[in-house]
């Protein structure tokens, strides 16, 4: 399964996803936002191009926080992935976003503005970047392979 990954867009609309996203997100099984879209209209955009999963981030209006968690967890093929936006510096957020999920097998988070894949004990952390910077693209068989691709 390949799912594409965004975090931190801070956009108002969803023409302002770069079209490279678009693109590359056409194709994926799972598309994953890990918060701070800004507006509510990204998150249509995104659901117009497939199956959306996401959180709120700590800049998404009250639209946003009423209608998305500020945590999950999924579970696709054998692995399970929490999902969260993050708080706090960048210095130790892996370790924050970790307490949030007893069992899992990779963090998706954001709020950084860090792209960043880093295996910690057995643990893969995820996060995409800033959306108009970077992107992810997680794929998941037997193993996970994770990618940042830079916009």
């Not at 998404?60 to 945590?71: A, F, H, I, Y």
């Not at 970077?134 to 392979?145: A, F, H, Q």
């Amino acid at each position: 399964m390949r799912i594409g990954v965004l975090s931190d867009t801070h956009i108002h609309s969803a023409e302002e996803i770069p079209a490279e996203v678009v693109t590359a997100f056409s194709s994926v099984d799972l598309i994953v936002h890990a918060g701070d879209f800004v507006g509510s209209a990204v998150l249509d955009g995104l659901k117009q191009l497939g199956d959306v999963k996401a959180v709120y981030g700590n800049v998404d209006s009250m639209k946003l926080r009423s209608l998305l968690p500020e945590k999950q967890i999924i579970t696709v093929g054998s692995k399970k992935i929490g999902i969260t936006h993050g708080w706090g510096s960048p210095e130790g957020i892996e370790k924050r976003v970790k307490e949030l999920f007893d069992d899992v097998d990779i963090v998706i988070y954001g709020h950084s503005h860090r792209a960043k894949i880093e295996r910690i004990g057995e643990v893969l952390f995820f996060n995409p970047g800033p959306g108009q910077q970077s992107y992810g693209i997680l794929t998941i068989d037997t193993d996970v392979k994770g990618e940042i691709i830079r916009i």
